[in-house]
């Protein structure tokens, strides 16, 4: 294997096809971007960069406000779409089959169909050539609670998250490992396996034991 140096291109990849819902709920417009990030935890700051000659970048920088709304594979089409037309001339809500719904804090819409939707306002704007960065503080998160787990926390394994890379769109695929996996002490690693297997034959004997009550009211 030889690697060959290109000039200098924005290959950074995968890279969440976010969908930016802005404007308000009476005008609400939405395109997909891919240049957007997390910039610091605490505060949690945020970044866009969309171009001068969007139609959001004007509704936003009118607004100072804009919501990030993770995407899916359900909404793999929308994503692509609120991508290649303006909402100078279209309702991409209406094409797109998307809903747009309040928010908590800002007027700007989110988007239902989406797992999680990161309310923003703008803090500062700065215009590095093709892009205008607009720098955001995060002020409330908004969750679909059907991927809340148990424990409480946000597991997303089973939402179908979206990827975009070079051009293509991809989805997640297997969950390998969780943050810090690679220097767990091998006890610790045993003891998750033992508790993972005693969940799935939880989970196994309350299948059979459903199935079975199934069988028996279906016979009455
Ligand atoms: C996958 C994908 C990623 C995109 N990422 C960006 C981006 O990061 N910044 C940007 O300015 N435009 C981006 N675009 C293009 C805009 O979404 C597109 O120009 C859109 O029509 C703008 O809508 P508006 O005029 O309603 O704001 C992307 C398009 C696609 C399909």
New binding site residues.
Partial sequence: MTKITWKPGTMLAPVP?AL?S?GTMEKP????????GIICSDPTLVY????P?????T?IRETGEFVINVPTIALAKA??L???????N?D?FKLAHITPEPCSVVSAPQIKESPVSLECKVKNITSYGT?DMFLAEVVAVNVDDAYINSAQALDLSKAGLLA?AHGF?YTLGKKIGKFGWSVEKKSTKRKRAARLSQQKSATLTSVRKHGKIKKESGKK
């Avoid at 417009?29 to 957007?36: F, L, R, S, Y």
């Avoid at 866009?48 to 171009?51: A, E, N, Q």
């Avoid at 609120?82 to 100078?88: D, E, F, I, L, T």
Wanted: proline share 3%.
């Fill in positions: 096809p930016i802005c417009n939405v395109m997909t971007a891919a240049w957007t866009v960069s969309i171009r000659s969007r139609f959001s970048n509704l994503v692509d609120c991508g290649v037309k303006s909402g100078r279209t991409k892009h975009y769109y």
